[in-house]
């Protein structure tokens, strides 16, 4: 299974930038899939959670300028990020809760990172 994201790249504060994360492999099962960002020098903070059947959830830092969603029939979570700000710089992450096959458990795989660096 692999997670790669991809949408990142440098903008201007004020800004859009729809990140995307395809998910590949050996996928009998997606459930939770989610997105985090990692500023410079800070821990990961989760932003926001979609389930399968697209319930959404936001956590403060993802709430008012984010919106994720997700296209089960790609295998692909988005997440929309409008009114960017200097803060909003460093690397995004997503994850998602997979099942590999009808008996085996659900595992959280990781993608490598999207880099978003927004400029005064």
């Known amino acids: 299974v692999q997670l790669v994201e991809s949408g990142g790249g440098k903008v201007q504060a004020g800004g859009s930038l729809r990140l995307s994360c395809v998910a590949s492999?050996?996928?009998?099962?997606?459930?939770?899939m989610r997105w985090y960002h990692q500023a410079p020098g800070k821990q990961r903070e989760l932003l926001a959670t979609?389930?399968?059947?697209?319930?959404?959830h936001y956590e403060d830092s993802g709430k008012g300028r984010f919106s994720i969603s997700r296209d089960n029939a790609q295998n692909t979570v988005y997440l929309q990020m409008n009114s960017l700000e200097l803060e909003d710089t460093g690397v995004y992450y997503c994850?998602?809760?997979?099942?590999?096959?009808?008996?085996?458990?659900?595992?959280?795989?990781w993608g490598q990172g999207t880099q978003v660096t927004v400029s005064a």
């Open positions: 994850d998602a809760d997979i099942s590999r096959g009808r008996l085996l458990p659900l595992l959280r795989y």
């Open positions: 492999g050996d996928l009998y099962s997606i459930e939770d």
């Open positions: 979609i389930t399968s059947s697209g319930t959404t």
